[in-house]
């Protein structure tokens, strides 16, 4: 059956951690929530596609194997990509599910496609040399460091959160499923891709093949919303708007910058890097590919509002 495509924009919403939780008992009451917000958009005639995070969640996929194989010599050594896969797959079905049962409730005529997408790295990279991607839960220093001895694994502190494991994370260059994607939004789905930045794939030889990294999911909304010449990019987080002095009795929300002085901002050293840089830097990567674009940066909560020029931080070429 071909669903209606809605009349209105067409925009790649990326959903922070706050949408999805840590845990999947968590995750399941989130995404009714979250649903709620995407429906609203589409409710105003807008093609979304829908990528999401999956730091806590490819972590938890990740321990789980690696603390069964250790444990009862019976389960498979599970190579990070497929726990990767695996995220995309759990969440894109929760997502999934939450949509079409918000979508079925309000009688809106469309369906959802979740997508298990491949990004292609470069395999030279940078990134590879100094993993810094952070996923699985939460720990203490101590309880990082012992981890860190037992697996070989490096942890970092997370923003003042934590610690946490890190991982590489390169720069997503090629959304392998570009045209499926493209293909399901222009047939009307509601479209669920890119998910966890896409399992980073790197060319061998005219092959894909896996590589033991995570993506940052800002970074590859960025691209796909880019290639799709999107009208918008939509990053959602737990914040309302992108600020200066955040955290001090001087902050001070922005409501909209240029890319020019989002790069002043950055220079000053003024968006956390690990959290609000990674996102402020995905808006300029698809603003200076495709300028005539508009990236937002808000909350879930505010995501129809932000829509409407209501509220969020809007980021514009000049
Ligand atoms: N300058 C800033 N303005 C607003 N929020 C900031 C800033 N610097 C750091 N942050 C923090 O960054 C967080 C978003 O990053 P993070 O939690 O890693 O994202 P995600 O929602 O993708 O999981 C915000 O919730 C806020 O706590
Ligand atoms: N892949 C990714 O960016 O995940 P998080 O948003 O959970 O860090």
Not at 65 to 84: L, N, R, V
Not at 97 to 118: D, F, H
Not at 243 to 265: G, H, L, R, V, W
Request: charged residues 20%; proline residues 6%; glycine residues 10%.
């Amino acid at each position: 059956m071909a669903y209606q495509k809605g009349d209105g924009k067409s925009v790649v919403i990326a959903l922070g951690g706050n949408a999805l939780g840590n845990t999947p008992q968590e995750q399941l009451k989130l995404v009714e929530g979250t649903a709620v917000h995407i429906v609203d958009m589409i409710a105003e005639g807008i093609n979304v596609v829908v990528s999401h995070g999956n730091g806590p969640q490819v972590g938890m996929i990740n321990n789980a194997f690696d603390y069964a194989h250790d444990h009862d010599g019976k389960t498979p050594d599970m190579p990070f990509p497929e726990c990767g896969a695996m995220s995309q797959g759990y969440i894109g079905y929760q997502l999934s599910q939450a949509i079409l049962n918000e979508l079925k409730r309000r009688s809106i005529m469309r369906s959802t496609a979740s997508v298990i997408t491949q990004t292609v790295v470069y395999p030279d990279d940078p990134a590879f040399a100094d993993p810094t991607k952070p996923v699985g839960p939460f720990l203490t220093e101590e309880e990082a460091q012992k981890r860190a001895a037992e697996t070989g694994a490096t942890y970092k502190e997370d923003a003042g959160r934590g610690w946490r494991m890190v991982v590489a994370s390169p720069k997503p260059q090629r959304i392998v499923e570009f045209d499926a994607i493209k293909d399901l939004m222009d047939d009307g789905y509601v479209v669920i891709a890119a998910g966890g930045g896409g399992v980073p794939v790197i060319e061998r030889n005219d092959s894909y093949e896996g590589v033991p990294a995570v993506i940052d999911k800002d970074r590859s909304s960025a691209k796909l919303a880019a290639d799709f010449k999107a009208d918008m990019l939509v990053i959602l987080t737990a914040v309302e708007k992108v600020a200066i002095n955040f955290n001090t009795p001087d902050q001070k929300s922005i409501d909209t910058m240029t890319i020019a002085e989002a790069n002043k901002y950055i220079e000053e050293g003024q968006f956390a890097p690990g959290s609000m840089l990674p996102k402020v830097q995905a808006c300029i990567e698809y603003l200076e590919a495709y300028p005539q674009g508009k990236a937002l940066i808000t909350s879930l909560e505010c995501a129809a509002a932000g829509l409407k020029g209501e509220t969020g931080t809007v980021i514009t070429a000049d």
